[in-house]
């Protein structure tokens, strides 16, 4: 199992979409992925989704809270006890759209949920855009990325944005982190450019796709799964992240993902 932190830099879009069709397609071999929306900003997907808020992060650090120890509850997996399945199959752990509301949970969160995600998940946690302060101090998003021991930067391929990447590497690299990068959407620049350029992994890139990202926005109702550009590059995408994470033992706490075999549309009529 494991913990998969998602961030970007200023101006990048698209960290939740990317963790929603990471999940969506994550592989079979491995556990059962589950999104976990840490953005300090607050989050999206109770809103695109239509899902109630206060079943998610919130209910997940009151229990934490009440527990004496975090590895008692851990056993039990209670992340999924306070996710919610979207249509297709992937589990969400949403998040306060308030950033005063995350406050609270994400410090919480930075600390525990290294260590839930040992618990029978692999946990792809959305952080969304890093905080400028975070490069001074070491904000909550820090804290969980330091614990995660990775972290996969969401950024377009254009030269404004791998500017903004490479002047936080230098932060990145203090936590002593594996960076990887995740391109998305257009731009003028392949990876092995960029590569080169932040001497760090580009581990793939999701294309521009307006219907894959209205699926994944709560919107495109009908679009077959199998047709959208953005899942057929995720599944590449999470088959490469999957082999840098840890090998699991799969047992009665850690079962088989079903979101890895087939197309898994999050929309009704896939």
């Known amino acids: 199992m494991a913990l998969l932190p998602l961030c970007s830099v200023k101006g990048a879009p698209g960290v939740t979409t990317a963790a929603c069709a990471l999940g969506a397609v994550w592989p079979r071999e491995r556990p059962t992925p589950i999104v976990v929306e840490c953005d300090p900003a607050?989050?999206?997907?109770?809103?695109?989704?239509?899902?109630?808020?206060?079943?998610?992060?919130?209910?997940?650090?009151?229990?934490?809270?009440?527990?004496?120890?975090?590895?008692?509850?851990?056993?039990?997996?209670?992340?999924?006890?306070?996710?919610?399945?979207?249509?297709?199959?992937?589990?969400?752990?949403?998040?306060?759209?308030?950033?005063e509301e995350m406050r609270v949970p994400l410090d919480r969160l930075a600390e525990d949920l290294s260590i839930l995600a040992h618990a029978g998940c692999d946990v792809i946690a959305d952080c969304g855009r890093l905080e400028s302060w975070g490069a001074r101090e070491r904000t909550p998003v820090a804290r969980l990325i330091q614990r995660a021991g990775v972290v996969v930067m969401v950024a377009r391929p254009t030269l404004e944005e791998i500017q903004h990447l490479h002047a936080w590497l230098p932060f990145l690299n203090a936590l002593r982190v594996q960076v990887l990068v995740l391109l998305s959407q257009r731009g003028p620049y392949p990876p092995e450019e960029i590569a080169a350029a932040l001497d760090i992994p580009v581990i793939g890139t999701l294309p521009f796709d307006p219907a894959g990202a209205a699926v994944l926005s709560g919107g495109g109702r009908?679009?077959?799964?199998?047709?959208?550009?953005?899942?057929?590059?995720?599944?590449?995408?999470?088959?490469?992240?999957?082999?840098?994470?840890?090998a699991t033992v799969l047992g009665s706490a850690a079962q088989p993902s079903p979101q890895g075999s087939g197309p898994l549309p999050l929309a009704e009529g896939a």
């Open 42 to 99: 607050g989050g999206d997907l109770a809103a695109r989704f239509g899902l109630e808020v206060t079943r998610g992060v919130v209910s997940l650090t009151v229990a934490l809270e009440r527990a004496h120890d975090v590895a008692t509850v851990a056993d039990r997996n209670p992340l999924l006890e306070h996710a919610q399945q979207l249509r297709g199959g992937l589990h969400v752990v949403v998040a306060p759209t308030s950033p």
């Open 222 to 246: 009908g679009i077959p799964g199998r047709s959208l550009s953005l899942l057929r590059a995720a599944r590449g995408v999470a088959d490469t992240l999957a082999a840098r994470l840890p």
